[in-house]
């Protein structure tokens, strides 16, 4: 198994503000990926986040409004920048150690934007 | 892309009671993950089914996956309060290995509501 932080667990934030967070793994994986669930409704992957790379990012996600960053293989970054109260969901960070591996979800970080 | 639907969306059974959650795709299975939810947290990784054919059991819930039918199914027996929460199915594409890995897609989840 693997033991995934995220801070902050939560944050209420202003409207046009950004805020940035972080996923911290206790071991090396290859694969960290970053979702979104907003009220009421199931995951949706924001992108892939690279090692030493940009991140990949899926339809109707850009890197100007989810900046994504991983400087090494336990920690990886997710900015949501110029936030509107759309942004407010749940945000999870999860890891892959490989293929046929499981894929495990951090606690997650719960934003309101007002 | 593959779309996964989960039935029913909500359910709410007395404690001791058996039940069932099915996950449905629209594309074929080539792994699956069931995963448990508690309100506004993370999730909880219940199994992965890789193969075809392939049941895991643990504790007292227990999964299978039928790739002929592109689906999979979740049964708990003798329910209890600490088995309420939202069920989601989840599935990725297919890896040189021919299993799922990487980048998942959701069903809606399902809310299951034990009472004492």
Known sequence: SAVISQKPSR?????????????????????????????????????????????????????????????????????????????????????????????????GTRLLVL | SQELEQSPQSLIVQEGKNLTINCTSSKTLYGLY?????????????????????????????AKLDEKKQQSSLHITASQPSHAGIYLCGAGPKNAGGTSYGKLTFGQGTILTVHP
Not at chain 2, 38 to 59: A, V
């Open chain 1, 11 to 107: 944050d209420i934030c202003q409207r046009g503000t950004s805020l940035t967070i972080q996923c911290q793994v206790d071991s090396q994986v290859t694969m960290m990926f970053w979702y979104r669930q907003q009220p009421g409704q199931s995951l949706t992957l924001i992108a892939t986040a690279n090692q030493g790379s940009e991140a990949t990012y899926e339809s109707g996600f850009v890197i100007d409004k989810f900046p994504i960053s991983r400087p090494n293989l336990t920690f990886s970054t997710l900015t949501v920048s110029n936030m509107s109260p759309e942004d407010s969901s749940i945000y999870l960070c999860s890891v892959q150690r490989g293929a046929q591996e499981t894929q495990y979800f951090g606690p």
């Open chain 2, 34 to 62: 069931w995963y448990k939810q508690k309100y506004g947290e993370g999730l909880i990784f219940l199994m992965m089914l890789q193969k075809g054919g392939e049941e895991k059991s643990h504790e007292k819930i227990t």
